[in-house]
């Protein structure tokens, strides 16, 4: 059974850092790409940052740039998401997701979320369960 599992969430105030992982069973992840979801209260699901399967591009959203940085621990089939200086509206359930379809070079790359928005969403089979965040003084 493919699975990912998400922890590392909680409670911080603004400005500070948490650090998220994401735990691969039943396949390696890195043969795919891997993004960081988030969903806030009362809105849609948003794509938040991917990084390809040989862990030498990413993608983002410009709101987390600077801020979020997501790397690969093959050792540990995990992809990480190191998260700093918080913002209020950094809060949500954030999903960690993997993705086989867009093949380039030798590897899986990422979908550009700032161009397709909520349309990168199908291009990820494979989702965990969710942590939560909340950003809040």
């Known amino acids: 059974q493919l699975s990912l599992v998400e922890s590392g969430g909680g409670l911080v105030e603004p400005g500070g850092s948490l650090r998220l992982s994401c735990a691969a069973s039943?396949?390696?992840?890195?043969?795919?790409?891997v993004g960081w979801f988030r969903q806030a209260p009362g809105k849609e699901r948003e794509g938040v940052i991917c990084?390809?399967?040989?862990?030498?591009?990413?993608e983002r959203i410009d709101s987390v740039a600077g801020r979020f940085t997501i790397s690969r621990d093959d050792a540990k089939n995990t992809v990480n998401l190191q998260m700093n200086n918080l913002k209020v509206e950094d809060t949500g359930v954030y999903y960690c997701?993997?993705?086989?379809?867009?093949?380039?070079?030798?590897?899986?790359?990422?979908?550009?979320?700032?161009?397709?928005?909520?349309?990168?969403?199908?291009?990820?089979?494979?989702w965990g369960l969710g942590t939560q965040v909340t950003v809040s003084s």
């Open positions: 990084i390809n399967s040989i862990g030498t591009s990413t």
């Open positions: 997701a993997a993705s086989a379809v867009r093949y380039w070079s030798g590897n899986f790359v990422c979908p550009p979320f700032e161009v397709i928005g909520r349309a990168a969403e199908a291009e990820f089979s494979i």
């Open positions: 039943g396949f390696n992840s890195n043969h795919y790409a």
